[in-house]
């Protein structure tokens, strides 16, 4: 599946991950968890240190139970998002959304919800019922971005991201497909 956006900065095409991509997907991911230590669980230090093989293997493991989609403008990774579903028979009939993350001169051209209509529209080919995912509750932008995508608040994670000395409490959102 790719889809075209048309921006002003010119178009943005949004693709699944690539295997040979491990490179641009590791600097992409490492910038992100280093200019928004705050809204990612996910820890830059330890990532950084990953081998080229943790990322290679990642982009490996695609396929029915995860995927990874790419926002791209003259074939430079500008924004990803994941999701991956449950691995149970009991839990395989849902998704959660991972990642998240557009460069900063790339927001507001609807770049972040075309990488959540990749993963929606992945997950229904692969039989999900519904998708969760989490956001810290500062980031209004991301909240906006997330409702207008049809996902709803069903709860609140208190002090789910320690970072720097403050404490992130997280919005649990939904959508059932």
Known sequence: ?????????????IRPGQENGAQAYRSLRLAALRNHPEVFSADFAANEAQPMTYWI???HLLGSESMIYFATSNE???GMCGIYRGSGPKTQHSATIVGVYVQP????????????????D?????????????????????????????FTAYGVEPQAIYYNGVLYDELLMARTL
């Open 76 to 78: 430079v990774l500008i």
């Open 122 to 150: 992945w997950a229904r080919t692969q039989g999900v019922k519904i998708i969760k995912l989490a956001v810290v509750t500062t980031n209004t932008a991301a909240i906006r971005c997330y409702t207008g995508c049809d």
């Open 57 to 59: 293997e990642r982009l």
């Open 105 to 120: 001169e790339w927001r507001g051209q609807q770049i972040a919800e075309g990488l959540i209509t990749a993963c929606v």
């Open 1 to 13: 599946m790719a889809a075209l956006i048309v921006t002003p900065h010119g178009p943005v095409h």
